[in-house]
C-alpha cells in the first residue's frame, strides 16, 4: 500500500480503471463526471491507450459495445440524462454477455433537472432501464477509497460473469476529494475471452457478437442462460456494510452518500439513547436480501433514506416482505436528507410502540 | 408428383464450359437469364425446389461460353462456373 | 473535528483554499474531506466548499453546522451565518463584507485580505491571508504543513509563487 | 477445367435468407471475394447492421459483431481503437446509416476512423416492410408516403456521398452499382480500394452501392434493376466523390 | 355505436388516435408496430394532419416533445429498443409535464432480440426507464377493442394530468386482428392549455417549457408538485378487471394477451372443481393496490404470469407485502404461457395444503 | 436626442450569466434586434439547447421551449408543425448541433423544415468547462485534447455550413462572426435574412455564427477575438454556402 | 367454437386466407380473432395463422389445441399435426404435402388445389380451394359469407376476380 | 470602503452623443474599448459592482461621436446610445 494520497472522486474512478487494466474509454462530457473524462485523455495518450470522446452518449456505449467485443478492458461515464440514452445499449450489451463498466454519476432529474447529486436513477440502472429482461451488476461506492477499490472489482466482476457492471455514484462523490490509499499492484483476473472477435487468423470458425435470436426458442434458451448466471451472481457477489445493528432499535437503509450522513445520525442518536443501525447495500443489483432477514425483526423496524422520492425502498419492502413496517424519507432536487431530518425521524420511530 | 425436386445439377460441355446449379438456392429471381449473352439460362418450371422456388437451369450447354455473367449476376451463389 | 465552510464568488479561488486545508490536514495525518459546490452557476455566481478534517473517520461529508467559516462576500456570509455552531469562528475580509455578522456567540475575525493583497501584487492572495487568520486562531495545521500543502495543490509551474504565498499566510497568521 | 467462377470462402454455406432478386446477395458476394482476394479473412472483423441484413453474420466467414440500428459506425470504432492491425468495416442499409445512424456515420467520416464502410442505398427500408428512407426519391411511393414522397411535407433525398465527401477524414467515397455486369465489376473494384485504403491506414473509406429492393419496390427483380438504372442512378450518380486521384 | 369491423390492433390504435383528435404523429419505423405509422401515413394525409417520419426514435419522441409543447394532442408509437431510445426524451416530456401518448408494442429482448410478443419491458416502462423521479401512466389493454377505448381514454388522461401516458401492448395484440366498434363521436376532454407555447402573439408574457431548475430547492418544489400529481393519479384512475376472484381458490395476476390466456385457464380449471380468480391490471401505473387487499387472503395464494422473467410480479409482491403467498409463472423470447402450463401450476397450488 | 441603440424588446430585462466577454450575448441580442426589426415576437416560438445558453429562454422574451441536448431540430420540427404560421428558430452551440445532434440538424434540413438555426460555433464545449468539440481546430488543446487536437487521434473538425449545404432542403446558410463591428452588421443582415427565408416558406436556413469563450479558451475577451479572426476564421471562412442568390 | 391453423409457406396467401375466415365468421356474427405470425422469417420461411370463431368471448387469440388445420407444404404438417385435436380435420394441397398424417383419429382431405388453381389461370386460388373444402365439411360459413369476405378483405381494384374466386372456393367445396 | 459601488452613469453631452452605461449588468470584459473610434471608453477600477466586476465607462465624453459601436460590442446589453 502506498501513501494517502488527496483526490477527487471522479479522478479515482479514473485512475482505478487505468490500473485495473482498462485502456480503453469512450464518453461524451456532462457534468458531474466530466473528470473522468479529463483525466483519462491525459492519462491514455501519455501511456498509449485509447480515450475517445465519442459524438454522443449514443455512440459512446455502442464504441464500448465493439472494443468489448474485440475482448478488452473497457469503460464509459456518463450521468443521468446520458445514461438514459445509453440504455439501448445497455440492454444490447447485457444480452450479447460483454464485459463493460460503466460509471453514473447520477444528477437530479427528471429531464434536464440539475447537476447536484441525487440517487433518483435507481430505477433505471437497478431494474432496468433498457428494454427486455436483463441485470446489470451495480455497484454502490460511499467513500473515494471505496471507488477506487469497486472500480478494479468491477472490471474483474465483468470479466468474471460475461456481464456490464455498473459504478453507481452521486455529484457529491464525484465531486469531493478524499484521501485514497492505491495499492501496489491490482489483483486483476482476467477471464477467457476465446469468444471475442479479434479476427480469427484462419485458428477458428468465425466468433460472433450477437443479441439476436430469431426462434423463440432459441431466444427463451439464451434467457434461461442469463437468469441462470444472474443466480450465480446473486449467490456470489452480494454485498452490504452492516453498522451497529445488533440490538439496534431502528434500522436505517442507504447507500452511497445518504449512508454517509446516517454514520452521523448513528453517533447522534446515540446522545439520545436510542441505538440505530445502518444497513448500506454495496451491491445495489444484487441487492442484499440475506441481510434483512437477519435483522427483520428489529424491534422499531426500518427506515429507508434516498435522495430520490422513493425507489430503493421498494427492494428494502420486497426485502423483508411485510415482516416490519419501512418508513422512507427522502429528498429531491439535489438536497441531501439532513442529519437533523433524520434523526427527527428515528427519534419518532424509537418513540413509537 | 405436379413437380420435380431441385437438385444440384452440372451441365457440361467437354471443350467449352461447365455451369454448375445448385437448385436447392436458387430463388427463380431470373437474374441470371437477361444477362446471359447467350440466352440459355431458363426457368425449370417443371421443377419445384425445397425453398418452394421454380429454378433456373441451363439449355443448350454447348453454347455456353464461360463468361460466368450469370454466376456474377446471380445474387444468391447458386451457379458455379468451370472452363 | 474541524467543519469548515469557505464561500465566496466564483473565480475568488474559494475552492483552491479548501483544497490548501484539507491537504494540510492530510499531510498532518488527520482523515480530510473536500466538497465543492458545482455546477453552471460557478459563472459569476456564487462558489463554496465543505472541508472537514478530523481524527475519526468522516461521515458525511456534507456540512450541516459548521464551526468555522471563511467568507468572502457579502451574500456567503447572509446565507451561513446561523448555521455554524455556537463558539465558532467567522474569518472574512473587511472589503468584501462590509457588513458584520449579528451573532455574538461566534469568535468573529475582519480582515483587509483584498487591500493587502493588492499591495502585494497579487489579488489573488486574499484567500491565502484569510487561511493565515483561521489557521492561527485554530491551529488546526502548522504553517509547514500549509507550505507542503501548497507544494501538492500547485501545479509546478506555480511553485516559484510559494515564498510570496507563505509571505501572505504569515500576514494573515499575524494579523 | 478450372473453376473460373465459384461462391467465395469468404462466405460460409449458409444459404441467404434475402428474397429473390435482391442484390444483397450480389454485394455480399462481391465484398467476399475482395476479402479472399487481399487475403484477409482472419484478420477482418465485420460489423452487421439492423436491417435485412441484420444476421449477415452468418454469411460472412470473418469474425462478425452484430450491431445497434444505425450505430455500426460506432461499434466499428470500438473495434478498430481495440484492434488497430486488424481490418474493420460495416455494412449498412440506407435506413440504418442515413436516418437512425447519421451522427455515427458523419461523425466515424469526420474522425477519419481508419474503417471501410459499404452502404447499401435502396431507397427504401426492406425489413420493416418498404417505408420511406431518407433515400426514397420524389414521387416513391411506400408504406409511409402512400401518395408518393413529396418534398414538402418528407424532404428531400439525402445524397450521402456527397455529404460525406466534405468531411475532411473522409478519403476515399465512391458510389456503385450493382445493376449489370459492367457495374458489378466496377464495384467490386470501388470495394478492393475502400479495403485498401484502410489497410494503408489512409483514413475513413466508403462505398455507396446502390441496391434493388423488389418486395418493398413491388417489382420484379429484373424491372427493379430497370428501376435502378432509369430513377436511382439519375439522383444519385454513380461516380468517385472523395480520393478520385487515390493510388493505392 | 356503429358497426363491428374487423381491424388489426395496431390499426385500431391509430385509427382510435385520430377519433380523439390526434393530428399530429411522429414515428420510427419497427416491427411489430409498423401499422400504425402506414395508417397514420396515408389518413392524416387524407384529412391534412401531420405524419412524419422521423429519422429516429430519439428525434421522434423530442419531435412529440415540441409538438406537445404547442398544445396539440400528439402521438409515438414504438417497440422495446426503440423505445429504450426514448428514454431520455420521455424523462424531459415528464419533468415538462407534456400531455402525449406513447405506443409500445412490446418484442421480446433484450438487445435486439426477437420481435415476438413479450412484456419484458415492464420495468422500463412502468418502474422509469428514464432517469429521474418520474412516472408515465401506463395502460395495458387486452383486446382490439380495448386498444381502442383506452387509446381514446390516453388523450384524455394527458390532457387531465398533463403527463404522458403509455399504452402498454404486445406484438401479438398489435398484429392480431378482432371486431372492433367504434362510438359516433369519442368523448373527448381538452384539458387547459394556456401553459402552451404558441407564441404569445403579444396578448401574455412569454411561455417557457422547460425541464431544468438549477437551484435545487426550486427543483425539489417541483419534485414534489409532481410527485402530488402522481398522487391524484393513484387516487382516481386505478383500474383493474377483476374476474371470478369472489370464493376463488387461487388468483392469477396478469395481462394484456397473457390474461386471455388466463381467461381460458379459468374454464379448464372449472372442469377440474378449481376456482380460478383473474386479476387483470389495466392500469399498471399506477398499479391497482386495491384490488389486492380485498383478496389477500385467497385461500391458495396467487400466480402472476408474465412474458418475461418475472416483473410485474414485484408490484403484486409489494401491493400483498407478504399477506399472501405470490407464485410466478414465466415465458420469454416470444413463447407466450401456455393454458396446460397454468393449469398445471394453478392445480399444484390448489392441491398443496 | 433618440435612442440610437438600446437593448431590443425581444429581450426579457434579465442579465445574461455568460462569462465576461462572451460573444453569446451579442449573438442573443443580434436575433431579438431581427425579432424586433420584423415585429415577430409574438408569432415567434424559440428553442433552447443544452450547452451555455440553456437557459436562454429566460432572455428571449418570444415563446420558448427547451429541448435535450442536440434535439433543438427535431423539437423545432415537432412545434412548426404543430405552428406551420409561427416563426420557429432555434439556437444550439457547436457540440449541442455538431455532435450529439447531427443526426437532427442534417434531417431537419434535409427535410427542408421551415425553421431556423442559428448555430453558435465556438470550437469547444462552453457549458461543461471546456471539453473538445467536433468543430475544435486542430492543434487546439482543450481538456479531453490536452496535448492538442491531432487528426490521427480525434479527426478533424467538421465544417458543418459545408456539410449541410450538400442538401436540398437547406435553402439558405451562411457563417458569419461577431469578432468586429463589421461582422457584427454583417451577421445581423444574415440572421434577417434567415428568418425572413423562413417567413416566405422557402425551406430551412442557418445561421452559423464563430464566437468566443474566453473562460475555456483561456484567454481575455480581447485575444480571443483575434483568436477567432486569425485561426477559426481561417478554417471556417466566412461566406453563404447556400442561397448566394436568394432574393428574400 | 373452430380453432383453425392454416400454415404453409410465406407468399401463399396463408394469411388472407386467414382473414377471409375470419370476416366470413364475423359477418356471420360471431365473434373472431386472426393471429397471424409474424416477422422477417416471412422472406420465403413460412407463414401460419390462427383463426377462432366462436358465440362465446375469444380468451385466448392464441390456438393450443385446433379443431381444424389447412396446410400448404409439407413442414407445417409435420409441426402441427399432433396439436390437432381428436376428430379435428386436416385440410392439404397434395401436390405440397405429398406425406400424408400419420394420425388416423382426424378427418383428413388432400386436394390437387396447387394444380386446379394453376389450370385456371391463377396460381393463388390454391388457398380459396382448400378453403371451400374446409368451409363445406365443418360448415362454419355459408359462401354466401364467403363471398362478402372477398368484398371486405380484397382491395376494390381487385374485385372483378370475386367470380372467379368464388368458382375457386365451390371446386373445392364439391371435391 | 475600498471599492465604489456599481451604478446606471449617464456620460451626457448636449450637442453630440448620450451614453448611459448600467454598471452592474457590465463584465469589465474590455470588449467596447477597443472598438471605440475615439477611445474614451475604459475600465473604472475604483468601481466595484454588485458581481464583483471593475465595470467600463467613458472619460473625455465629448468626443463621443453616438457611433454606438461600443453598445454594438458589448456582450451585455450594457450600454444605451442617444444621439
Ligand atoms: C432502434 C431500432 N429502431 C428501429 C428498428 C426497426 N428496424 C429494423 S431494420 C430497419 C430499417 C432497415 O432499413 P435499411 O437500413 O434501409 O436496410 P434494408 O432492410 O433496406 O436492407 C428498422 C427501422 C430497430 N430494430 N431498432
Ligand atoms: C444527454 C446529455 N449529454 C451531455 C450533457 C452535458 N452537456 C451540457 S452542455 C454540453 C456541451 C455544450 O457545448 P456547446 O453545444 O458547444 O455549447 P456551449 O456551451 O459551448 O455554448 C454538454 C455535453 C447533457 N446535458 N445531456
Ligand atoms: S440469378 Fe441465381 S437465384 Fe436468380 S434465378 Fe438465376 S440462379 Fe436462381
Ligand atoms: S425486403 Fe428488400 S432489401 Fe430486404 S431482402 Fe427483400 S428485397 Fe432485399
Ligand atoms: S463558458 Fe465559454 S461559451 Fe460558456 S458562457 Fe463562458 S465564455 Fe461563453
Ligand atoms: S463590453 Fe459591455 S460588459 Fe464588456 S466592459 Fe464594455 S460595457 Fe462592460
Redesign the pocket.
Known amino acids: 500500500m502506498g501513501k494517502r494520497i488527496l483526490m477527487k472522486g471522479n479522478e479515482v474512478i479514473a485512475e482505478a480503471a487505468l490500473r485495473a487494466g482498462c485502456r480503453h474509454f469512450f464518453g461524451y462530457p456532462i457534468t458531474p463526471q466530466t473528470e473522468i473524462s479529463h483525466y483519462m485523455a491525459r492519462k491514455m495518450e501519455e501511456i498509449g491507450g485509447v480515450f475517445l470522446q465519442a459524438e454522443s452518449e449514443v455512440a459512446a456505449i455502442n464504441m464500448v459495445y465493439g472494443a468489448a467485443s474485440a475482448g478488452v478492458r473497457v469503460m464509459t461515464s456518463s450521468s443521468s440524462p446520458g445514461i438514459s440514452l445509453k440504455q439501448?445499449g445497455i440492454s444490447y450489451s447485457a444480452c450479447a454477455e460483454l464485459p463493460m463498466v460503466i460509471v453514473d454519476i447520477v444528477r437530479c432529474g427528471p429531464g434536464l433537472g440539475g447537476i447536484l447529486p441525487a440517487q433518483c436513477d435507481y430505477f433505471q440502472v437497478v431494474k432496468g432501464g433498457g428494454h427486455g429482461d436483463y441485470n446489470l451488476i451495480v455497484l454502490a461506492p460511499a467513500s473515494v477509497q471505496e471507488l477506487y477499490e469497486l472500480t478494479v472489482e468491477a472490471f474483474n466482476l465483468a470479466d468474471r460473469y460475461r456481464n456490464p457492471v455498473v459504478i453507481l455514484g452521486d455529484g457529491y462523490l464525484g465531486q469531493m476529494m478524499e484521501a485514497v490509499e492505491f495499492r501496489d499492484e491490482e489483483p486483476i483476473e482476467k477471464g477467457n475471452k476465446d469468444w471475442a472477435t479479434t479476427g480469427h487468423g484462419g485458428k477458428r470458425i468465425h466468433n460472433v457478437t450477437t443479441s439476436i435470436y430469431i426462434d423463440p426458442n432459441v431466444l427463451e434458451a439464451h434467457n434461461r442462460k442469463l437468469q441462470e448466471k444472474y443466480k450465480k451472481v446473486k449467490e456470489n457477489e452480494t454485498r452490504a456494510e452492516v453498522v451497529n445493528c445488533d440490538g439496534a432499535d431502528v434500522i436505517v437503509v442507504a447507500y452511497g452518500t445518504v449512508a454517509r450522513v446516517v454514520k452521523n445520525v448513528i453517533k447522534d442518536a446515540e446522545k439520545l439513547g436510542i441505538k440505530v443501525g445502518l444497513i448500506r447495500p454495496i451491491t445495489l443489483w444484487p441487492f442484499p436480501t440475506e441481510v434483512f432477514d437477519k435483522y427483520a425483526g428489529v424491534p422499531k423496524g426500518f427506515l429507508t433514506v434516498e435522495m430520490s422520492s422513493g425507489q430503493m425502498v421498494e427492494d428494502v419492502r420486497l426485502a423483508l416482505n411485510g415482516r416490519n413496517r419501512v418508513e422512507f424519507h427522502g429528498r429531491m432536487g439535489g438536497n441531501v436528507p439532513t442529519q437533523k431530518d433524520i434523526l427527527d425521524i428515528v427519534r419518532q420511530m424509537a418513540d413509537k410502540q | 408428383m405436379l413437380f420435380e425436386r431441385g437438385q444440384i445439377t452440372t451441365y457440361r460441355d467437354v471443350d467449352m464450359a461447365r455451369v454448375t446449379f445448385n437448385e436447392d438456392l436458387c430463388k427463380g429471381c431470373k437474374l441470371c437469364i437477361d444477362v446471359c449473352p447467350k440466352k440459355i439460362v431458363v426457368i425449370k418450371d417443371d421443377v419445384l425446389n425445397k425453398k418452394g422456388y421454380h429454378p433456373a437451369g441451363v439449355v443448350e450447354m454447348d453454347k455456353c461460353i464461360g463468361c460466368a455473367f450469370c454466376a456474377m449476376m446471380c445474387p444468391d451463389c447458386v451457379i458455379t462456373v468451370e472452363k | 473535528m474541524q467543519q469548515i465552510i469557505i464561500s465566496g464568488f466564483g473565480g475568488q479561488g474559494i475552492l483552491s483554499m479548501g483544497r490548501l486545508l484539507a491537504a494540510g490536514g492530510l499531510h498532518e495525518g488527520h482523515n480530510v474531506s473536500w466538497l465543492p459546490s458545482y455546477g453552471p452557476e460557478m459563472r459569476g455566481g456564487t462558489a463554496n466548499c465543505h472541508v472537514i478534517i478530523s481524527n475519526e473517520e468522516i461521515g458525511s461529508p456534507i456540512i450541516s453546522c459548521p464551526n468555522a467559516l471563511i467568507v468572502m462576500n457579502q451574500p456567503s456570509l447572509d446565507k451561513f451565518e446561523n448555521m455554524v455552531e455556537e463558539n465558532g469562528i467567522i474569518v472574512m475580509d473587511s472589503a468584501l463584507v462590509p457588513i458584520k455578522p449579528k451573532r455574538k456567540d461566534l469568535r468573529s475575525f475582519s480582515l483587509p485580505a483584498t487591500e493587502k493583497a493588492y499591495e502585494m501584487g497579487h489579488p489573488a492572495f486574499a484567500g491565502v491571508i484569510l487561511l493565515g487568520k483561521f489557521i492561527a486562531e485554530t491551529g488546526i495545521i502548522s504553517s509547514k504543513s500549509f507550505e507542503e500543502a501548497l507544494r501538492t495543490v500547485l501545479s509546478p509551474s506555480k511553485h516559484n509563487l510559494i515564498p510570496d504565498e507563505m509571505k501572505a499566510l504569515e500576514f494573515g497568521m499575524s494579523y | 477445367m478450372a473453376i473460373v467462377f465459384k461462391k467465395p470462402n469468404a462466405l460460409t454455406d449458409k444459404p441467404f435468407h434475402y428474397c429473390p432478386g435482391c442484390t444483397?446477395g450480389i454485394i455480399h458476394r462481391l465484398v467476399a471475394e475482395v476479402i479472399d482476394e487481399l487475403d484477409i479473412e482472419g484478420e477482418t472483423v465485420g460489423v452487421s447492421?439492423?436491417?435485412?441484413?441484420?444476421n449477415n453474420y452468418e454469411y460472412f466467414s470473418c469474425d462478425m459483431v452484430q450491431a445497434?440500428?444505425g450505430r455500426a459506425p460506432a461499434v466499428a470504432t470500438g473495434l478498430k481503437r481495440a484492434l488497430p492491425d486488424k481490418v474493420v468495416f460495416t455494412y449498412?442499409?440506407?435506413?440504418?446509416?442515413a436516418a437512425?445512424g447519421t451522427a455515427e456515420i458523419v461523425h466515424a467520416a469526420t474522425r477519419g476512423e481508419k474503417i471501410t464502410t459499404i452502404f447499401?442505398n435502396?431507397a427504401?427500408?426492406?425489413?420493416?416492410s418498404g417505408q420511406m428512407?431518407p433515400t426514397s426519391l420524389i414521387g416513391q411511393v411506400t408504406t409511409t408516403s402512400p401518395f408518393g414522397r413529396k418534398p414538402q411535407l418528407h424532404g428531400y433525398p439525402v445524397k450521402v456521398s456527397e455529404m460525406l465527401a466534405t468531411l475532411e477524414g473522409a478519403v476515399y467515397i465512391e458510389r456503385v452499382s450493382v445493376d449489370s455486369i459492367k457495374n458489378i465489376i466496377k464495384a467490386k473494384k470501388a470495394i478492393k480500394k475502400a479495403f485498401q485504403v484502410q489497410l494503408e491506414g489512409l483514413g475513413f473509406s466508403m462505398v455507396e452501392v446502390l441496391s434493388t429492393?423488389p418486395t418493398n419496390w413491388g417489382m420484379s427483380p429484373a424491372k427493379s434493376l430497370d428501376w435502378l438504372r432509369d430513377n436511382m442512378a439519375e439522383h444519385y450518380p454513380l461516380g468517385v466523390y472523395k480520393g478520385k486521384d487515390l493510388e493505392v
Chains 1, 5 share one sequence.
Do not use: F, K, S
Not at chain 4, 49 to 54: E, H, K, N, R
Not at chain 4, 92 to 97: A, E, M, T, V, W
Not at chain 4, 124 to 128: C, E, F, L, S
Open positions: 439501448e | 444483397h447492421p439492423v436491417g435485412c441484413t441484420y445497434a440500428h449498412q442499409g440506407d435506413g440504418d446509416l437512425i447499401v435502396n427504401i427500408y426492406g425489413m420493416t428512407a429492393c
